[in-house]
């Protein structure tokens, strides 16, 4: 595909942005990688998933940080980028409760070169990841897009939807199409070490106890990777457009009639308990959990279902995997990535 405007993925040694950019080589797209590699997490595994991509026909890294506006608006002018998508983000609901400026840096400025580069070259399409965790205070399930968003319990879950803003008026006022894709509990294989599953599987394996917030009551739309990248690479290859039925009256909080803009919700449509979930991970793991239940943590929810109606309208799309194969492949990947 020599010679065609490639697609740029920030975030490309990250969990799902690894995913993704493996699949859009996969089908033969030219991708161009940044990250900055940064310690949030061990970084042998940023390194692990960066070393993978490098193997593979039609991509190109550039370790770059989202907040260097200079190095973004370069690597722009130089490339054109197509079409972006935007999954470089500080992550972490618990983490923004102890180092919030981190994600105003991350989140808010860096997204904000990312709608300066989009700008300056004529984005195609910039799809980006928000969070399930913009809903916050809501309790009415399943989570639909139609709902509101006013009430975040965690600066995390604000910036993302300060992105969901930004990208709005930049779609508006620039005419480029965006779209933001709220994820739910995403897992699977090269996962992030601060995620249950994650967490969990190392415990266990060591003979630690795993800590269950919430004593065991929480339940969560635990949403396997390769469907969320189904639905990333969906909505990509599907340019938001403006909304010829919005009602400035009556306005959907998803669409827009002033902006080629949406937003849709990426989960598995379902909702398991967290005690069955750790079940399953006991099953593929063939060894008993020692629990230490513990109260919900502050800025956390006890409840988490996607409504995908609009989403499987919009794409096609439908998750498929069920958690014990989920589950399955995260313990064979852990297990032959560590050695145990």
Known sequence: MSGQRPILVTGSAGFIGFHTARQLLARGDTVIGIDNLNAYYDPSLKQGR????????????????LADRAGIAALFAEHAPRRIVHLGAQAGVRYSLENPESYVDSNVV????????ARSVGAEHLVFASTSSAYGANATLPFSVQQGVAHPLTVYAATKIANEAMAHSYSHLFGFPSTALRFFTVYGPWGRPDMALFKFT????????????GHGEME???????????????????????DPDWDAMVPNPSTSGVAPWRVLNLGAGRRENLMRYIAVLEKALGLKAVLNLMPIQDGDVSRTEADVTETTAALGYAASTPIEVGVGRFVDWYRDFYGV
């Open 50 to 65: 960066l070393e993978r991509l490098q193997t593979l026909p039609g991509y190109r890294h550039f370790t770059l940080d």
């Open 110 to 117: 860096g997204f904000l070169t990312v709608l300066e580069g």
């Open 220 to 242: 969560r739309d635990f949403t396997y990777v390769d469907d969320i990248v189904a639905g990333v690479i969906g909505a990509l290859d599907r340019p938001a457009t403006i």
């Open 202 to 213: 190392k415990a266990i394996l060591e003979g630690r106890p795993i800590d269950v917030y």
